[in-house]
């Protein structure tokens, strides 16, 4: 990996900020590199306010779409609300159709087939709600692009109002209200909101209108914060505040679906990383697998009971998507060596058999082989759909914008896409594709950058520094967890490797006398040979907490050796 040291704030901010908060000189050193200058930032940094909230009537359009939506409750319309099948799409409906409901019975959901409509607003979605007399959809986490789809709908006498995060083309549809803080026209102050996080912007300007605070849509953030942490949106200014109370929803009362999912599981307490990794994969499961609207089914479920079954047919979903990713990873990394493409500056990968509810899982998989920018294309009915996954620095985005001219549509992130294009623009596609990256990246980007906060001695680290690190959460882009490097530091002669297929790293090091202390490296264990015969060795590395037999004792997650 490539080892980069963030910047350092001076001597003198560190002196100041640490006389100030009468903390010690490291804990002010990791605050200034989160942005945190003085006490009043630092109080909001330690204990995210609601009142830190903005109006959602700073949102362009957000009058707009308020009125639209009293206007058609006040005659009696059919309220249709349209999201994504994904953890953002899906907690977006349920968080706006059940506060809908809670006044009013005319709301119906809807998730469009990830096989037979694919992503976002659908003709077949429009033709449904058409047929069934809806009038006003709602459309979550998607429809910014949506241009030909809400023209149809309006042809069809059917308001169109989009709450969307993704970045606009350079016309938008004609909808009643276009809610989305990346407009370039929108100068709401916070850019980096969620699908879901727009929607609780929508609800926000409801309950005023109602009378209602935002202490009154506490219930809904478990909603909020799971889909924050599923988008890997950066967890600053509101997402932060939204993902830290969601957590306390989440941890004390959540709702009956996200209840019944983590009752199945052995763990007391969830953090942002539990989220990420053991909720949010559950609810998309089943639209990988099968349907989202399984995921709004049971985040909207009042009884403990059918909550219960949702989740266990969800948790199926879940185990046979695990076992497809595995067998589709083997068979992409089988194609790249049979393709003769490992030196390839992309990964770029077709099968027609392969499901495509996990061809985005498979593509993060493949960059963790060959780290460089990957595309994982399967059949859907007469096109090919990939998913696109980049690597830290580099715009997928803009390369796949370069090449359009062979795409049918394309949309997401600086990091993370989705496209299709007719078969017979494969080969041409992925020509251009591979010319396209490797005439723009930056080849040091091609290594895997581990980003180190700063180096400190291992005498440095005690079970106050790690309480207090624990209070920087909750953690994601933009507040990662703190990453430290240590050098010169020696096995104390325990060192071996563990897990299956002796994978993973366990040592115990020490550093100029220092106490020894436990360290662990997942896929580390090709690093063995670094660290015997008494040899001085450097380490990246988090900090954690090792729980065996009850017993709870401070060890380091190592990132890297050398």
Known sequence: MRWTLKPNPTPQEVKSLSESLKVDKLIAHLLLQRGV?????????????????????LMKDMDKAV?????????????LVYGDYDVDGTTSVALLSSFLKETYPNVATY??????EGYGVSFQGIDFASDNDFT????????VKAIDKVKYANEK??????????RPGETLPEAVAVLDPKREDCEYPYKELCGCGVGFKLIQALAERRGETIEDLVPYLDLVATAIAADIVPMTGENRVLAYHGLQVINSAP???IKAIIGQLKKKEFSISDVVFVIAPRINAAGRMKHGGHAVQLLVE??????????GEIEQFNSDRRQLDQEITAEALLQIKENAEEDRFTSVVYDENWHKGVIGIVASRLTETYYRPTLVFTKSGDKLAASARSVKGFDVYNALDACSEHLEQFGGHKYAAGLTLMEGQYEKFKQQFESVVSSTIDTTLLVPEVSVDTEIELNQITPKLYRILKQFAPFGPGNMTPVFMTSKVTDTGYGRCVGEEEKHLKVSVKQDGS??????????????????NNKPFDIVFSLDENEWNGNVSLQLKLRDIR
């Open 515 to 532: 106490s020894p202390i436990s360290a662990i490296g997942f896929n580390l264990g090709n690093c063995k040979d670094k660290i015997t």
């Open 255 to 257: 709702r009956t679906g």
């Open 157 to 166: 006498g059917i308001d169109f109002i989009i709450c969307d995060h993704h």
């Open 37 to 57: 200058t003085n006490y009043e930032e630092a109080k909001r940094f330690f204990r995210p306010s609601l009142e830190d909230i903005h109006s959602p009537f």
């Open 136 to 143: 006003l959809i709602i459309a979550l986490d998607c429809g």
């Open 302 to 311: 009042e009884d403990l009971e059918a909550a219960q079954k949702w989740a």
């Open 111 to 116: 998730i469009p087939d990830r096989y037979t």
């Open 67 to 79: 009125e639209s939506i009293e206007k058609a409750m006040e005659a009696g319309e059919s309220i």
